[in-house]
């Protein structure tokens, strides 16, 4: 079984720029995550995808970060303007029902914004 | 509100010794789960365990055990005769009625031969 597919698996940016991450989850799993992991952190949530409808987005800074998942399947989350604060890894995650379930994760994409 | 501690930020053992992993939690539901994750330096989470809230039992898989006291509010992690292998980041992880998974800082454990 193919695992989460994130791409790219670095990117590096100046600040005010814009840029876009690609996720591809487990075939048949329904719900979608997008984590920032800040280095020396845990995973932070960013929002979540049930299908192709968003659960929960609290934690998304809207302002800049926008996130979909077109035909409920992959997802694309995308920060525009970044910031120095962006730089972090960009996990995205991906679950059967979303209920308890085991998250699998991607390789993530490492964000360094200068 | 949920909250994962993990105490400890890096931990250094020789090969063959048995390592502890702390990890405390809080929070107000009744039903959660809690989980292990392995983190090693190609950056990718790899899922250990989930246990329930309603079931207090220790496990073992092989050289892993975990021991859950919900009288401390506790989920630690051990590692019994490590390997340079086990070298990585250790999450440990609560979900609860938010269906959200709350991370802990994680611990850096280093595995020397």
């Known amino acids: 079984e193919a695992g989460v597919a994130q791409s790219p698996r670095y990117k590096i940016i100046e600040k005010r720029q814009s840029v876009a991450f690609w996720c591809n989850p487990i075939?048949?799993?329904?719900?979608l995550y997008w984590y920032q992991q800040i280095l020396g952190q845990g995973p932070k949530l960013l929002i979540q995808f049930q299908n192709n409808g968003v659960v929960d987005d609290s934690q998304l800074p809207k302002d800049r970060f926008s996130a979909e998942r077109l035909k409920g399947v992959d997802s694309t989350l995308k920060i525009q303007p970044a910031k120095l604060e962006d730089s972090a890894v960009y996990l995205c995650?991906?679950?059967?029902?979303?209920?308890?379930?085991?998250?699998?994760f991607g390789p993530g994409t490492r964000l360094t914004v200068l | 509100a949920q909250k994962v501690t993990q105490a400890q930020t890096e931990i250094s053992v020789v090969e063959k010794e048995d390592v502890t992993l702390d990890c405390v939690y809080e929070t107000r539901d009744t039903t959660y789960y809690l989980f292990w994750y392995k983190q090693p330096p190609s950056g990718e989470l790899v899922f250990l365990i989930r246990r329930n809230s309603f079931d207090e039992q220790n496990e073992i898989s092989g050289r892993y055990s975990w021991n859950f006291q919900k009288s401390t509010s506790s989920f630690n992690f051990t590692i019994t005769a490590s390997q340079v292998v086990d070298s990585a980041v250790y999450f440990c992880?609560?979900?609860?009625?938010?269906?959200?998974?709350?991370f802990g800082s994680g611990t850096q454990l280093t595995v020397l031969p």
């Open positions: 995650a991906s679950s059967y029902q979303g209920n308890y379930n085991e998250q699998f």
């Open positions: 075939s048949g799993h329904a719900t």
């Open positions: 992880a609560l979900e609860g009625s938010a269906r959200q998974l709350t």
